[in-house]
């Protein structure tokens, strides 16, 4: 995963923290969303929901020993800050807010040096408690108390992120040697200020300062507006356990997700994964990253299959509240199988193209495809160029139109394109199929047309924010995985929505027409959890 970041106007994002870590205010959350409904207009139907983008105040040298009372006076500065922002969206009848992973506390701590900033934490299934209303029940426990007293003045359901401790045995085969637990935990408070649920990070990418759980947490909790939350942290979303196995419960149609993502284009931005997340899975998505753009970390955003409302500013410093009207029960997007409107041209020569596929036999360096047609006795040359520290097999995109075809291993990628005009930028269609090694270890098949930093070949996968290329096309491959998620992003760092996403003849297949802007990556982007 990514150790290095450049977007935009990114100007001092280059290389960071080996960590994946993983105010503004305005109504209409910025120029990044339509104007939301106002409230009270299908009230029934709707909730309100608050994400805060946080740039936390952090602590100078986060592997020096504090006292408990120098991290106390440290995370009660962010903390005002989140009390202030529980305020402003409790004027606008906001019904729950999420805050981003290591907003309070910060991040780079070593085992030792963290533990000052970590509150005690019993179990919410086992001890039914209001650290507001009994703050001396438990010692060590300052910051739940504060957040849980923000959820009752607010008067709505708060989501914030923040080392826990737990003592263990000696008897016990998993307790570390210094004879406690430290997890990197999600807390829900009820607006009533009730502890109501608890995760415990899974797949901690790097953080040496925390342990995982020995049994995965599956946390879900209950609202009285929309029904059921689950409730996972930043890298898990890349992992069947907790983010898919949640899902499982189909009354789960809403996620938050307290995240410290740094960016990495061109697949894997913060607002990227999480809007792919909710359309692959007809969900909601709330979505609350941290703010420190010098490291690449920004992107927020209340997701939902078919609208999102988002921030990414690797520019402007402060945090950036965003608040939106949504769905309690999101409408999914349309595929193939059950659209209603009337065949158009290009979908007409996408089917064709699938019930025509030529069968192919794949060796380790090329393709030998039976039925050659038209398009592959003149295909263009094929080449390999790295793109998120993966070998992936490209072919460059040229012409107005045209119909391509790439593979790798057992993957082949297609695109059947238009353009209306042509512009003097270097497009690929590229395709990975194998395993990632590099900040994580995972399997990926990636279907990926992307805009190539240059005109070279070898610029193809790097690191870009602005294109001014429009496409219409169909993109789609034979993935060995149904957990296929679509990507769609055009210049400036723009969230656009595919017109159709779903499977056709045991293909899985992304379509768009119409872009608002020059298309810099729209991509298939698949996991095979079972090849981990």
Not at 6 to 27: D, E, K, P
Not at 328 to 353: C, H, R, Y
Not at 416 to 435: C, I, M
Request: with cysteine.
């Amino acid at each position: 995963m990514p150790s290095r970041f450049m977007v935009c106007v990114m100007s001092g994002a280059g290389l960071q923290l080996a960590l994946f870590l993983c105010g503004c205010y305005v109504v209409a959350l910025g120029v990044h969303a339509e104007e939301p409904r106002v409230a009270g207009h299908h009230e029934a139907e709707h909730y309100m929901a608050a994400v805060y983008e946080h740039q936390s105040i952090l602590t100078p040298d986060p592997l020096a020993l504090l006292s408990r009372q120098q991290a106390l006076e440290l995370m009660n500065q962010n903390l005002d800050i989140y009390e202030q922002q529980v305020m402003i969206a409790a004027q606008k009848g906001v019904q729950i807010i999420v805050f981003p992973e290591d907003g309070i506390h910060g991040f780079n701590f070593t085992r030792t040096s963290v533990y000052p900033f970590l509150d005690f934490m019993p179990s919410p299934r086992l001890v039914r408690w209001n650290p507001c209303l009994e703050p001396r029940r438990f010692n060590d426990t300052e910051v739940l108390q504060r957040l849980s007293c923000m959820a009752i003045k607010g008067d709505m359901f708060v989501v914030a992120n923040l080392g826990t401790k737990q003592p263990c045995h000696r008897n016990d085969p998993g307790c570390p040697k210094d004879g406690r637990y430290q997890f990197n935990t999600n807390v829900v408070f009820s607006n009533n200020g009730t502890l109501v649920e608890r995760y415990r990070k899974h797949n901690l990418y790097f953080e040496a300062a925390f342990d995982a759980p020995l049994k995965v947490d599956h946390s879900i909790f209950d609202t009285p507006f929309a029904g059921k939350f689950g409730i996972f942290t930043c890298f898990d979303i890349l992992f069947f356990d907790p983010a898919i196995s949640l899902l499982r419960d189909s009354e789960v149609k809403h996620i938050v997700y307290p995240t410290a993502w740094m960016n990495q284009l061109p697949l894997l931005a913060a607002i990227q994964i999480q809007r792919a997340f909710a359309i692959a899975f007809g969900i909601n998505f709330l979505a609350a990253n941290i703010h420190h753009p010098s490291l690449g970390m920004t992107g927020s955003g209340i997701h939902s299959p078919l609208k999102s409302f988002w921030h990414h500013d690797m520019e402007d410093s402060g945090g950036h509240l965003i608040i939106a009207q949504v769905a309690k029960n999101p409408v999914g997007l349309i595929g193939t199988e059950n659209a209603t409107e009337k065949m158009d041209p290009s979908q007409s020569k996408f089917l064709e193209l699938l019930a025509g596929d030529p069968y192919c036999e794949k060796d380790a360096k090329e393709v030998h495809c039976d039925g050659a047609t038209e398009w592959n006795m003149n295909a263009p040359p094929t080449f390999h160029s790295e793109m998120m520290y993966d070998h992936f097999t490209l072919v460059p995109v040229w012409g107005r139109e045209g119909y391509l075809r790439v593979c790798a291993n057992g993957l082949c990628c297609h695109l059947l394109y238009q353009r209306p005009t042509l512009s003097k930028e270097l497009y690929a269609l590229g395709v990975f199929d194998g395993l990632h090694t590099v900040h994580g270890t995972y399997y990926v098949q990636a279907c990926a047309l992307v805009k190539c930093g240059g005109l070279g070949f070898d610029t193809c996968g790097q690191e870009i924010t602005e294109a001014t290329g429009r496409f219409e096309f169909h993109l789609w491959g034979n993935f060995s995985t149904s957990y296929v998620f679509p990507l769609l992003l055009t210049s400036g760092m723009t969230l656009e929505t595919p017109d159709q996403f779903g499977w056709e003849s045991d293909y899985s297949f992304l379509r768009k027409r119409g872009l608002s802007s020059g298309l810099v990556t729209a991509a298939l982007y698949g996991r095979l959890y079972e090849r981990d």
